[in-house]
């Protein structure tokens, strides 16, 4: 195993995000800088790998609980709230991107509308959504 500093400068996951843009960074260099450290065994990128490939999809990890996260070796609690913050974060993001593009005028477009919720939420839950030609309720 070797240390994130005994890389080459332009390889370390800062340094490269920095210099060569978001655009070429790995899902697992990605999660390695919201990480920023890793254990004792293993280092950041190891660790982020191992966080990264725990499920089939972003989305999947992205679903994961704290607990789910915290029962992988290296994550504890303010690690794998660090994670959940920064998915969320994303779907936020998301969410408030589709919304200022959207016309609600077919069940399409409404599904559209509530798709990042949908998608992130783990649990059942129930939406209410009322229309009519001068506006849009949620309930």
């Known amino acids: 195993m070797y240390m994130i500093k005994e890389m080459p ?3 370390r996951p800062r ?3 920095l210099h060569q843009g978001k655009e070429l960074m790995s899902n697992v260099e990605l999660v390695a800088i919201i990480l920023r450290t890793g254990h004792q065994h293993k280092n950041v990128l190891e660790l982020a790998k191992a966080i990264v490939y725990q499920k089939d999809s972003l989305q999947a990890v992205a679903n994961m609980t704290v607990e789910e996260l915290c029962n992988i070796k290296g994550i504890g609690t303010s690690k794998a709230i660090q994670l959940k913050a920064a998915f969320e974060l994303g779907r936020r993001t998301a969410q408030e991107q589709s919304k200022q ?3 609600l005028s077919s069940p399409e477009s409404i599904f559209s509308y509530i798709k ?3 998608k992130s939420n783990t649990r059942t839950f129930y939406r209410s959504i009322f229309y009519n030609k001068r506006r849009i309720d949620q309930t």
């Open 101 to 103: 593009k959207l016309i």
């Open 9 to 11: 400068h332009h390889e």
């Open 116 to 118: 990042h919720d949908v």
């Open 15 to 17: 340094e490269k995000m």
